[in-house]
Every structure is written in structure tokens, then in C-alpha cells.
Nanobody, 126 residues
Framework: QVQLVESGGGLVQAGGSLRLSCAAF????????AGWFRQAPGKERELVAA????????DYADSVEGRFTISRDYTKDTIYLQMNSLKHEDTAVYYC???????????????????WGQGTQVTVSS
């Protein structure tokens, strides 16, 4: 059984930074696309950042471009989301996700059918 476990969320002041981590159990992240999503109260879930199975391609939501960085550490088999210059509107539950099929480019359907973590709360005080 594949399980994703996020950590690193918390309360931070606007302008501050946090780094989220996502570890996989039961399966490696290597050669699988992965991403970070978030959902704020009363809002739709949105893709924040994604990284390709090779790690060579990353994509970001316009709202976080230049402030957030997604990366992967193959030695620790972990996906990270470095969040800088945090804003109040970044407040949400953040979820890590990965696709089921190796060497597959990420897209909404692949993530919907993939594996998800339980989420970690990020609260940015203004």
C-alpha cells in the first residue's frame, strides 16, 4: 500500500518561509511525476507546483511563480516545496500527490488517479 506523508506545515508571518516535505512509503518517488496541491476553505483545490518524473521539468501556478520551488531528493526519496515570501492568501491545506504510472507526464487526470497524502496546514498571518 502506497502512503504519502507530508510534514513542515505550520503558522508563519507574512513574508516568512516554510519548507514542506513529502515522504513516500510502499513505493519510491523515482521516475514518477509528483506535485503539491492546496485547498483553502470555500475554494477549489488547485495545483501549486509539479515536477516531472525525470525532475527536469517543473510547473507552477501563476500565484506562486518566483516564490515557491518544488524539488526532489533522490537519496532521501522525498519531494519538497520551498515556500518563500509567504502571503496571507497562501493559507491552505497543502497536499502532496504522485501518479500511479512510471515515466508518465503529469496532468490532472493522472494526479486524480494517483496517490495523495493526508495534507498539512499552512497558515500565514497578515
Amino acid at each position: 500500500q502506497v502512503q504519502l506523508v507530508e510534514s513542515g506545515g505550520g503558522l508563519v508571518q507574512a513574508g516568512g518561509s516554510l519548507r514542506l516535505s513529502c515522504a513516500a512509503f510502499g513505493r519510491t518517488f523515482s521516475n514518477y511525476a509528483a506535485g503539491w496541491f492546496r485547498q483553502a476553505p470555500g475554494k477549489e483545490r488547485e495545483l501549486v507546483a509539479a515536477i516531472s518524473w525525470s525532475g527536469s521539468t517543473t510547473d507552477y501556478a501563476d500565484s506562486v511563480e518566483g516564490r515557491f520551488t518544488i524539488s526532489r531528493d533522490y537519496t532521501k526519496d522525498t519531494i519538497y516545496l520551498q515556500m518563500n515570501s509567504l502571503k496571507h492568501e497562501d493559507t491552505a491545506v497543502y497536499y502532496c500527490a504522485t501518479v500511479r504510472t512510471r515515466y508518465t507526464d503529469y496532468n490532472p487526470t493522472e494526479f486524480d488517479l494517483g496517490y495523495w497524502g493526508q495534507g498539512t496546514q499552512v497558515t500565514v498571518s497578515s
